[in-house]
């Protein structure tokens, strides 16, 4: 048989998966019985989850979510949190992501923003879509160096990349001049053409009155909330031991 030559060919081409495949199908006496076709689709299915968990592992590593290995199936839903399981549902569709649309969470600490906010990015990184997570001071850190060493519009185009842009723990300290400016800056350039996930323990009706300065609170409530689905999380905190996980 021509199994090593063939092998060292699929090699070559970096079908690495598919070479492995065929290499154990030669071992297996069962598999001659099979029809061309279901051989041919087990190389093609081995090949291809190969590279969707590469792609995958590749996505999540960039994307540097605080809580990797948050995901969709592992939220829980206690009768005190008031979680829409069926939203919830519906937002790991993706289409949010498809049609450029954000997700606001909010609550009180502990109560699993966090978790969410990075579940839903995880689904998007699995649904083929770029995320980034940020904390909102790091954010703000990271674009205030930029600007100071020459590198702020190559930092500004890397966020506006990501599909799904997290920005964790918003509103969390007063906001400078500055931040304000940087703010409009990434959320201009991700309004109609990318999503953002802000988790914050203030209510978006009062992100105008944070924000402060009336023409960039109204431009960035406008382009921030306009087109958001809204997730509100209640409950005590479940940081507390006598309470669930985070989840």
Same mark, same amino acid.
């Given at each position: 048989?021509?199994?090593?030559?063939?092998?060292?060919?699929?090699?070559?081409?970096?079908?690495?998966?598919?070479?492995?495949?065929?290499?154990?199908?030669?071992?297996?006496?069962?598999?001659?019985?099979?029809?061309?076709?279901?051989?041919?689709?087990?190389?093609?299915?081995?090949?291809?989850?190969?590279?969707?968990?590469?792609?995958?592992?590749?996505?999540?590593?960039?994307?540097?979510?605080?809580?990797?290995? =948050?995901?969709?199936?592992? +939220? /829980?839903?206690?009768?005190?949190?008031?979680?829409?399981? *069926?939203?919830? @549902?519906? %937002?790991?569709?993706?289409?949010?992501?498809?049609?450029?649309?954000?997700?606001?969470?909010?609550?009180?600490?502990?109560?699993?923003?966090?978790?969410?906010?990075?579940?839903?990015?995880?689904?998007?990184?699995?649904?083929?879509?770029?995320?980034?997570?940020?904390?909102?001071?790091?954010?703000?850190?990271?674009?205030?160096?930029?600007?100071?060493?020459?590198?702020?519009?190559?930092?500004?185009?890397?966020?506006?990349? =990501?599909?799904?842009?997290? +920005? /964790?723990?918003?509103?969390?300290?007063?906001?400078?001049? *500055?931040?304000? @400016?940087? %703010?409009?800056?990434?959320?201009?350039?991700?309004?109609?053409?990318?999503?953002?996930?802000?988790?914050?323990?203030?209510?978006?009706?009062?992100?105008?009155?944070?924000?402060?300065?009336?023409?960039?609170?109204?431009?960035?409530?406008?382009?921030?909330?306009?087109?958001?689905?809204?997730?509100?999380?209640?409950?005590?905190?479940?940081?507390?031991?006598?309470?669930?996980?985070?989840?």
């Amino acid at each position: 048989m021509l199994t090593e030559p063939t092998t060292e060919k699929l090699i070559a081409m970096r079908l690495d998966a598919m070479a492995t495949t065929w290499r154990d199908q030669t071992g297996k006496p069962d598999v001659h019985n099979l029809a061309f076709d279901e051989r041919f689709g087990m190389l093609v299915d081995a090949e291809w989850l190969h590279r969707e968990n590469k792609r995958l592992a590749t996505a999540l590593r960039d994307a540097k979510l605080r809580l990797s290995s =948050a995901c969709i199936e592992d +939220i /829980d839903y206690p009768p005190k949190r008031e979680l829409d399981k *069926a939203q919830i @549902r519906q %937002l790991a569709t993706c289409r949010w992501v498809v049609e450029h649309q954000n997700v606001l969470i909010t609550g009180a600490t502990g109560t699993g923003k966090t978790y969410v906010a990075c579940a839903l990015a995880q689904q998007a990184c699995r649904k083929g879509h770029r995320a980034l997570y940020r904390r909102a001071a790091r954010l703000f850190s990271e674009l205030t160096l930029a600007r100071a060493d020459g590198t702020y519009a190559r930092v500004l185009a890397k966020i506006a990349r =990501a599909d799904v842009l997290v +920005i /964790d723990d918003f509103a969390m300290t007063p906001i400078t001049d *500055a931040e304000r @400016r940087d %703010l409009f800056e990434v959320l201009d350039d991700r309004h109609g053409n990318r999503s953002t996930i802000i988790s914050s323990q203030v209510p978006p009706k009062r992100f105008h009155d944070y924000i402060a300065e009336p023409t960039h609170a109204d431009a960035i409530c406008d382009r921030l909330i306009h087109t958001a689905h809204k997730l509100v999380l209640k409950g005590p905190s479940r940081r507390d031991p006598r309470e669930a996980s985070e989840k």
